[in-house]
């Protein structure tokens, strides 16, 4: 697709700039996290605080990446196909989570829905307090994830169906769904991945009580600043082997949803 | 008819694609460049809380005859991470951390020299004393150390591991229990009852603040002078006291790797001063020159000990706050497996 | 699947974006304006803030052309090409995000600073990443890699290779048959992608927070500035800080997408419910387009 230097160079580019960005990076984690050898390597994953947070943050990041999935394909959905006054500001407002800095989310969601909530709804220094937060921060992903795609749909398929005596669940499900399942299980990758690393929005609703509601991230800020790097860069290891299966089965699903694709 | 708006929108991507990299290069110019001031500049790397303090010192320090002339650029942050940051290689002529430990490990890094707490003052620049922040009025009449472990009171102070804020509570409270007399395993004891007490344990002292501010807990754990700070912004607290606390000494050094050692020498020495004691005094901060803490009416518990009469903060830090192995690593857990409803 | 649906799905939709979403940004508008405009503007306009935002706009206007050219060009080769470990590329794209942003931070301190694994390299060539400019542009566009892929890839699946492979047949240059087939018809998810990775290297703080050093007036973005005001008990000058932060995002999304949708709307026939891009290219290449998908 690229003319012949430009189809040599830019393969090599990308792979550079992903490795300045990316891989060094990551190996520089994975060469601190086994700096003194796989059985300090191993202490540091496995204990108590370590197991404790890691399971927290999986259960809830898991359930947001769930939940905003379907949300975001009903936002979406009302953001393609509906029509009503003010759309455009509400199609803006989604992606404002991702402009604000990630304490001023948190201080915000600690402000609304914590003890002091004008609501009367306090989530704070519970487990639903750290959903909530991660919720926030992810939501752009699970719309923006789906929506480009529901745009291009073909309707004819849609329309043939329901012509043709479908019912509206039929269609949602036999002709919709398969058309986004790929993009909105991308989106939900992006969702947990950014989920299971999140701290800035989550530690001030969520009270960072130790083996309660700590979160990963913040463990391994605590290690980080208590002079244990390398174990702060073993959590990460696990984290990111994590990541890296979660979104290695997704992008294996996707490829079995796109079996028909043009290539 | 309908290449148009294709033409239109693709000029309009080229005009934006060209347009960046002059924009780029003319934000860039218009970016301020580094001063440059006769009497050099002056990286000041310290802890996030003086910074109103030092807004005012540098202006105080430039109106001086030694000051005249000379241009700082501060950088203020979390104690622990702005010590990493210097070992990793962020430039510093004047350190000035919350916590000595920090202190400690740009010596190990060779970046301050070891001699640096042989001064008059031992190397601390302010003090202050852990302090606790009520609500106004004190609704729950909190008083004392064992005040705090009531049944009714919730705690909220920064999480240890990640603050040097909480380490000072902490020890505030373990020291608290021997000036009055307990043993050793029953002043750890209490630190397990008041951590069973916390309602949060946010990973910083500013993010502590915020929780308590927000409504969180009873009482907030903090140092004197950044209650003393919060009061003066009108915050709705009441700042009590407690009858024993611990002394928080801040140390404060110039580096070896300094490029303008004369310059920052000055800054220290004006920092030491009755002058420069004076202004911290006023910003909150308990001054380390008697002569001029005495012209302040700080409160005065009847225990003020130090780290010292503890063992000292390596000997505190390995023993206490070693992630996992250390005592309050092993209330942590212990109060974590308990309480943690899998 | 029209009439009946359509109210409790706005309803749903909109009802989770208000309490999620347009709740906490408003409380962040009126935090900020709580004590007046004049407050507001004050606080933002101290010289520390101003070169805070100057810091900011530049990092943006760095990282997100380059993640967007990255972006589209990783698209490209993940959904034209198939080969081992396509999985894998696929998956590094995204590994970013999983990394707590101080630990993005530690690690390109790791790579790149003063004891790390270049960095007698890089001070032997003069070139100083950690603590200084290049080392903050660095660290946002690597916590906002995989937007424009995650966008792009999609549709570019999606939509398919048949429209390129007929325009270079006919004599088009791979460039060409790019410029005018390829990109308009990812230009909403691409818009999408950009504004995404816009507003993430706005917003983020942790990896900035370590790799510059903070050093106010020089390294001090506005996420830093926002964090300052908080530490020194300045909610105005934080929330302001914020909101300046969520104009921009704004107004790029205005700028690449809302308009997007204006001119489509201008092209949709009175008959016409389903507009889609293909309205905007020749009839051959539209048929070619509405060819039946595999599902």
């Known amino acids: 697709m690229l003319r012949p230097a430009a189809r040599a160079s830019g393969p090599t580019l990308i792979v550079t700039y992903l490795s300045l960005l990316v891989l060094l990076p990551i190996a520089a984690i994975l060469s601190k996290s086994f700096q003194n050898g796989f059985g300090s390597f191993w202490t540091a994953v496995t204990q108590p605080e370590a197991l404790a947070a890691l399971k927290l943050t999986l259960i809830c990041s898991l359930l947001v990446a769930a939940f905003n999935s379907v949300a975001g394909l009903v936002i979406a959905w009302v953001l393609v196909r ?34 002091n909530s004008p609501f009367g709804i306090n989530v704070a220094d519970a487990r639903i307090g750290i959903v909530l937060a991660l919720a926030f921060v992810t939501l752009p992903f699970s719309v923006r994830s789906v929506q480009p795609v529901l745009a291009e749909l073909d309707r004819e398929t849609e329309e043939a169906a329901s012509s043709l005596g479908a019912s509206s669940s039929v269609v949602l499900r036999r002709v919709i769904l398969p058309s986004v399942a790929p993009a909105m299980l991308a989106g939900a990758g992006l969702a947990f991945a950014r989920a299971i690393g999140e701290f800035g929005s989550v530690v001030l609703i969520s009270g960072n009580l130790p083996f309660k509601t700590e979160v990963a991230s913040s463990w391994i800020y605590s290690l980080s600043q208590s002079d244990q790097l390398s174990a702060a860069a073993a959590v990460s290891t696990v984290l990111i082997l994590i990541a890296l299966i979660v979104l290695g089965a997704i992008g294996l699903v996707r490829r079995r949803f796109n079996v028909g694709e043009a290539v | 008819m309908k290449h148009s708006p294709e033409r239109r929108t693709h000029s309009k991507w080229r005009l934006v694609a ?8 003319v934000l860039g110019a218009l970016l301020p460049a580094s001063a440059s001031a006769s009497g050099g500049s002056v990286s000041i790397v310290a802890y996030s809380t003086p910074k109103p303090a030092y807004t005012v010192l540098i202006k105080a320090f430039n109106a001086t005859k ?277 | 699947m029209k009439s009946r649906w359509r109210l409790p799905l706005r309803t749903v939709a909109l009802g989770y974006l208000a309490l999620l979403v347009v709740v906490p940004v408003g409380s962040v508008f009126y935090r900020a304006f709580q004590h007046g405009f004049t407050a507001a503007w004050d606080a933002v306009t101290t010289p520390e803030a101003v070169h805070a935002l100057w810091l900011t706009l530049l990092v943006v206007l760095i990282a997100v052309p380059l993640n967007t050219v990255f972006g589209v060009g990783v698209s490209l080769i993940l959904a034209r090409h198939r080969f081992r470990g396509a999985w894998l590329l696929d998956a590094f794209v995204d590994l970013p995000l999983a990394v707590s942003p101080v630990v993005v931070g530690l690690a390109l301190v790791l790579v790149y600073g003063k004891t790390g694994w270049f960095g007698n390299w890089l001070a032997g060539h003069g070139i100083q990443i950690i603590f200084s400019f290049p080392g903050i542009v660095m660290a946002s566009a690597t916590v906002a890699l995989p937007y424009v892929v995650r966008e792009v890839l999609p549709v570019l699946q999606e939509i398919g290779t048949d429209q390129e492979q007929a325009a270079t047949t006919l004599g088009a240059s791979s460039f060409t048959a790019f410029r005018r087939i390829t990109l308009p018809s990812i230009r909403r998810s691409l818009a999408y992608g950009v504004t995404l990775t816009t507003a ?96």
């Open chain 2, 66 to 342: 030694a000051g005249a002339g000379v241009s700082f650029s501060p950088s203020f942050g979390a104690s622990g991470s702005q010590a990493t940051a210097v070992v990793s290689g962020l430039p510093a002529d004047v350190v000035n951390f919350s916590l000595t430990p920090d202190m400690d490990k740009l010596v190990k890094a060779g970046i301050v020299s070891s001699s640096w707490d042989k001064g008059p003052t031992a190397g601390m620049v302010t003090n202050s004393i852990v302090s606790f922040v009520v609500r106004k009025g004190n609704p729950k009449n909190i008083k004392t150390w064992a005040d705090l472990v009531k049944s009714n009171v919730k705690i909220i102070t920064p999480n240890p591991f990640s603050s040097g804020s909480a380490k000072w509570n902490l020890m505030a409270g373990y020291g608290a229990q021997l000036a009055l007399g307990k043993t050793k395993a029953q002043a750890t004891a209490y630190l397990t009852q008041l951590l069973s007490h916390t309602a949060a344990q946010p990973s910083s002292a500013s993010n502590a603040l915020q929780t308590f501010l927000g409504g969180e807990g009873d009482v907030l754990l903090a140092y004197e002078d950044d209650a003393l700070y919060a009061q003066r912004q009108g915050e709705p607290i009441t700042i009590v006291t407690p009858p024993q606390t611990i002394l928080i000494q801040n140390p404060i050094a110039v580096t070896t790797k300094s490029t303008n050692a004369s310059s920052a020498k000055a800054f220290v020495a004006y920092l030491l001063s009755p002058a420069g004691q004076k202004v911290w005094g006023q910003q909150g901060y308990r001054p380390v020159l008697p002569q001029v803490a005495a012209q302040f009416k700080f409160p005065t518990p009847k225990k003020v000990f130090t780290i010292a009469s503890l063992g000292g903060w390596t000997k505190v830090n390995t023993a206490f706050f070693t992630p996992s192995t250390g005592i309050v690593a092993k209330i942590e857990q212990g109060l974590g497996v308990s309480t943690a409803s899998g």
């Open chain 2, 18 to 25: 060209a347009g960046i990299l002059p924009v780029s290069l």
């Open chain 1, 82 to 115: 509906d029509e009503f006054p003010g759309k455009r500001v509400v199609s803006a407002v989604v992606d404002l989570p991702f402009a604000l800095p990630t304490i001023v989310a948190g201080l915000t969601l600690l402000s609304l829905y914590g003890p």
């Open chain 3, 200 to 295: 993430r290297v706005l917003g983020e703080f942790g990896a900035v927070v370590v790799v510059s050093g903070a050093i106010a007036g020089r390294t001090q973005t506005m996420t830093l500035f926002i964090q300052d005001s908080i530490d020194n008990l300045n909610p105005v000058g934080a929330y302001a800080g914020a909101v300046i932060l969520a104009i921009i995002a704004l107004v790029v999304l205005t700028v690449l997408g809302g308009d997007r949708e204006g001119r489509k709307a201008k092209w949709r026939s009175p008959s016409d419910q389903s507009p889609s891009d293909s309205e905007t290219l020749s009839p051959s290449t539209t048929s070619v387009l509405m060819s039946p998908m595999d599902h």
